[in-house]
């Protein structure tokens, strides 16, 4: 990770969870994507992208998203993406809280994961 983007991941009710903190941007965008994929790829699990302590996110970070969500899709693997009031808002303005699967909160991602 970058000094503008820290992160890490844990299994919580059969999914995995990575959460990260700081800023998804340009300078940061590589190497979420390049952790994400080293551990979606070691592991068959649903996942839950946390970023509700995201400071900032940008069209970069978004194409990274974006990228991963592909990813799951290929390989039918579930997932959800939570996002805090600034993220959600950048989400909603380029129209991809759906392709996103963009949930309010970590409870509900595990939940809807769960069904």
């Given amino acids: 990770m970058t000094v503008s983007l820290r992160g890490g991941f844990e299994r919580r009710k059969g999914c995995l969870v990575f959460y990260f903190t ?3 941007d340009a300078y ?11 551990v979606f ?3 068959q699990l649903p996942m839950v992208i946390d970023l509700t302590k995201i400071d900032f ?4 970070g978004l194409g990274a998203m974006v990228h991963t969500v592909k990813q799951c899709k290929k390989l039918k693997r579930s997932f959800v993406v939570v996002g805090n009031a600034r993220v959600i808002q950048t989400i909603k303005l380029v129209r991809l809280e759906d ?3 963009l949930v309010p ?4 991602a595990l939940t809807k994961l769960a069904a």
């Fill in 28 to 38: 940061s965008e590589k190497q979420f994507t390049d952790f994400v994929n080293d």
């Fill in 105 to 108: 909160d970590l409870d509900t």
């Fill in 99 to 101: 392709f996103l699967h």
């Fill in 57 to 60: 996110i940008d069209s970069s």
């Fill in 41 to 43: 790829s070691a592991n």
């Fill in 22 to 24: 700081g800023q998804l």
